[in-house]
């Protein structure tokens, strides 16, 4: 059965710092995904993970997959509010069956 | 959310009544998925559906029922409804390859 868990689960931060959230699962995969969701709102993609290695950027989000440790991880660089968010990695069985099952999120609070 | 849409936004049941959550997507996509999200507990897969005419068990199915009649729609129907259904339900279509999963709005289920 897979697993995936997400630390943090909750963060706290001051803007301008950087930090790291890390992704876990339990079994082999090769595809990892990163969401956001604002408060009240829907999930949006961030990042889609498709091979060991592989390493993805957008603004001041980093994501990165190492499939050998089974380790996903979303870095934020110099932190600023509008980042405040709640994260979610998914991670998906690929062809033993078509499931894709979420992290419980991790609760961004970027404190200006 | 682009190309997904869901009814209805809200609703508030009796225990024991039913209902059936409506999900639609016009990317022609064969893969679609219905998720509950619970404070602290991440999205949780209820079913999945890889193609039309098939579905399959998620996380947790128990107390819910799936329909995929055509490739566009994708309905989730609570028979007897629960106060521990009361919930936030996502549909979403995309995934398990290159595409990430695209997410409806949302319907906000009280059960009392």
């Known amino acids: 059965e897979l697993k995936v868990e997400q630390n943090p689960l909750f963060l706290s931060m001051q803007e301008g710092k950087n930090y790291t959230i890390y992704c876990n699962y339990s079994?082999?995969?090769?595809?990892l995904y990163w969401y956001r969701q604002d408060p009240g709102k829907s999930l949006e993609s961030l990042f889609v993970?498709?091979?060991?290695?592989a390493v993805k950027q957008e603004g001041r989000l980093m994501a990165s997959l190492d499939t050998k440790a089974r380790l996903s991880t979303l870095h934020i660089t110099a932190a600023v509010h509008d980042l405040s968010a709640t994260y979610f990695c998914?991670?998906?069985?690929?062809?033993?069956?078509?499931?894709?099952?979420f992290g419980k999120g991790t609760r961004l609070h970027i404190l200006p | 959310n682009a190309g997904v849409t869901q009814t209805p936004k809200f609703q508030v049941l009796k225990t024991g009544q039913s209902m059936t959550l409506q999900c639609a997507q016009d990317?022609?996509?064969?893969?679609m998925y219905w998720y509950r999200q619970d404070p602290g507990m991440g999205l949780r897969l209820i079913y999945y559906?890889?193609?039309?005419?098939?579905?399959d068990k998620g996380e947790v199915p128990n107390g819910y029922n799936v329909s995929r009649l055509n490739k566009r729609e994708f309905s989730l129907r609570l028979e007897s409804a629960a106060p521990s259904q009361t919930s936030v339900y996502f549909c979403?279509?995309?995934?398990?390859?290159?595409?990430?999963?695209?997410f409806g709005n949302g319907t906000r289920l009280t059960v009392t």
């Open positions: 998914a991670v998906d069985l690929m062809n033993r069956d078509d499931k894709i099952i």
């Open positions: 079994t082999t995969s090769d595809r």
């Open positions: 993970l498709l091979s060991n290695g």
């Open positions: 990317m022609n996509h064969n893969s």
């Open positions: 559906s890889a193609s039309e005419g098939t579905t």
């Open positions: 979403a279509y995309g995934g398990p390859d290159v595409s990430p999963l695209h």
